[in-house]
């Protein structure tokens, strides 16, 4: 496996996904930019890390609306903008790292060694997780499941030129239904030796 290697892990919600992207990250000894993205950017330009976590994975609004809470007509596209310089930076100069979502494997189409991975999982399972993970009922981890999935969709379909669930788009999907988290990450450490022989 070569020293430098970005791994981009889309999820279905429930799938572990993002556990998944955090032990990877530690078994590849780099940085995971998941939630913490959102401080980051906030950081870098002097903006409310509150007013982002607003735009992060969430569908665009219509424009009257944004203009009816006094925002903006395009603070969201300028944010995504901000977010994907923010991941082709981290793609410049670190080695290694993991990120979550967010389109980063659109803002990295042109990374060699970029790799996109969709995690996924059995309905049951995920739902399981999601009622485990916020204390819910079975109703509401479906209605979260539905949400989630909907607004990481319109994100995606919004800012990429693919669609979000079309698999041709991603190197390798992992189901976490069976094999869990340590399963799904050792799967995925041995894509990236079959991907990059050294």
């Known amino acids: 496996m070569p020293q430098k290697i970005i791994v981009h892990i889309s999820r279905d919600h429930g799938s572990k996904g993002s556990v998944i992207a955090e032990e990877l990250a530690k078994v590849l000894n780099c940085n995971i930019y998941d939630d ?4 980051a950017i906030a950081k870098e330009n002097g903006l409310d890390p509150e007013v982002l976590k607003n735009f992060d994975e969430k569908p665009r609004r219509s424009l009257l609306y ?9 603070a969201q596209a300028q944010f995504v903008e901000k977010m994907f310089d923010f991941f082709r930076n981290i793609a410049e ?8 979502g967010r389109c980063a494997g659109e803002a990295l189409a ?5 790799v996109n991975i969709f995690v996924t999982a059995r309905t049951g399972f995920r739902i ?9 009922s079975f109703e509401e981890a479906e209605r979260r499941i539905a949400e989630v999935d909907r607004d990481r969709m319109r994100f995606h379909e919004t800012y990429s030129k693919s669609r979000w669930q079309t698999f041709e788009n991603y190197d390798l999907i992992v189901n976490t239904t069976d094999i869990g988290i340590d399963g ?11 991907r990059f022989p050294e």
């Not at 944004?66 to 395009?74: A, E, I, V, Y």
């Not at 100069?93 to 990120?99: C, H, K, Q, S």
């Not at 042109?110 to 970029?114: A, E, Q, R, T």
């Open 36 to 39: 913490s993205i959102i401080d």
């Open 110 to 114: 042109d990374v060699d060694y970029n």
């Open 128 to 136: 399981q997780n999601v009622m485990d993970a916020f204390d819910l």
């Open 184 to 194: 799904a990450v050792k799967m995925i450490l041995e894509y990236l030796d079959l």
């Open 93 to 100: 100069t670190e080695d290694r790292a993991v990120i979550v």
């Open 66 to 74: 944004r203009l009816s809470q006094g925002g903006s007509g395009d």
